[in-house]
């Protein structure tokens, strides 16, 4: 094997022509980008199907973003875990719940193979070694604290969703402590495809692709040890190489909104590459506008008792929605101000600075104190005190619905004030939705909805079943990123060379 000399700047959207390679440094059926979850599922299918595969990492360890996250994956429809901790769901309710989380342009074809396949995906899971310790965590948490298997992950207790779908809770969590539930994800997967024929290149950047006359993707350039390296791919390329929020121009140009969000979360390497490699080619990019961003305002599960509130002293949500659905609303207006009222039960956070990075903004030993102390106008933010005390003591909210067990009066002076407005200092996390536009197999589609011949791409890569921060659920992205990685996986498997 020869390294190929490249002369000039190598660009992403600037794919290479097959007639320009002189040489291969390798050649293989499939090359997956990426090792994520995306990817690594994806390389764990093609592999099983009979194709010999190499999986090029960017960084010199894989697991990437999915490493760094929380790693609940939504499954449902009556999982062994959900039995186990006495819960029962039904396929149906699934989907109807994702139809209405995955938001307005969710694609129903997909959410219909990811509910309908779920349960034989969690199986291949466990199959690849996955372990979920069978115990359930009642409160509201950004994910389980210790190694409980299963959460409510989203909105499936909360008004409006709990009147579309039967709710159950559906987040499930590897057996890892807290926050640790992506690493071990990606170290089960990991090794698993250890356990394969599969040739794992680390520091390897992919550049760019290579087409055929036809158009057709038959390999991709790669940057190993400085040099640029031309890898042929038989039978495709599958791009899993993550989403776009450490891009600052990508996210100005294409989701302005979410550059106000404060905490761009994802590892570096999500910077929109995988992306643009596939746009060079012809792939399409959609649903580029949305994301995830939350406003962490719980735990504790107690802050969830308070009410926020605008500048004006007026409710704005029911404040037992998901985490990101309220840090979506407030990022929707920027200007404006936002606060967490809470009495004094929860006082104790006032000392020790919640989760979420917010600050005091007021305290009032009466709610008409606080109500001056955050200019706000005369008998607004008490006149919605009065008025959801009164229907909150008689188990009601007419106005956003909030439910139970968070539906109690707020009638313990002294109050405070938290203020969670967007540059406050509160901590709102953010990534990506948008990107390739695929076929549920995987492969690639031009903006006339043509297949781009060669190439697939799953993961964060993709605009896949997440498309509405304001109506998102934990779990659906790896969710998501594992099972159309696998379907990706099998597709390049069985194209022929
Ligand atoms: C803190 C946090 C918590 C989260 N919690 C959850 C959760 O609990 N549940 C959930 O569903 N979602 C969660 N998410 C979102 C979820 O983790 C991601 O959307 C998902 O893991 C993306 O998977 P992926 O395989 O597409 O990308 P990644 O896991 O990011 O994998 C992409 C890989 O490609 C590599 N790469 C990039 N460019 C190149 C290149 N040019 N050449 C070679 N390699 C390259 C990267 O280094 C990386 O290893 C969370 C995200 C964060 C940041």
Redesign the pocket.
Known sequence: MKVQAVSGKTLPTEPRELSEVADWFAETDVVV???????SCAAIEAADAGAKVMV????SV?????A??????YFGGGTLLQSECGFEDTLEDMYQFMVKSCGPNGDEEKIRLYVDNNLDHYQWLLDQGMEFKAEYYAEKYT?TPNDEGLICSGNEYAYPYDTIAKPAPRGHKGKAHGED??AYLMRTLTAALEKRQVLISYE???LTLIQDDSKRVVGLVVRIDGEERCIKAAQGVIL????FIMNDEMVKNHAPRLAKASLP???P??NG??LRMGQGVGGSLIGMSEGFVALPFYPPSSFVDGIIVNGKGQRVINEDSYQGVVGDLILNAPDEKFYLVIDSRNFEALEKPPLGGFGVAGVGETIEELEEELNMPARSLSHTLEQFNFHAAEGNDPLFHKRKPYLKPLNEAPYAAFDISINSGAYFPV?TFGGLNTQPTGEVLTEDRQVVTGLYAA???TCGLPRSGATYS??????D?TFFGRLAGKTAAQNTK
Do not use: P
């Open positions: 980008v990426g090792l994520g979850a995306a990817g090029l990492e960017a960084g894989g697991g990437g973003t999915t760094m996250a929380g790693g609940q994956i994910n539930g992506g390897s950047r992919a899993c190489a993550g989403g979360l994802g590892n390497n999500d590459v995988g990534f993961g964060r890569n934990s779990g659906f992205s790896i969710g990123a």
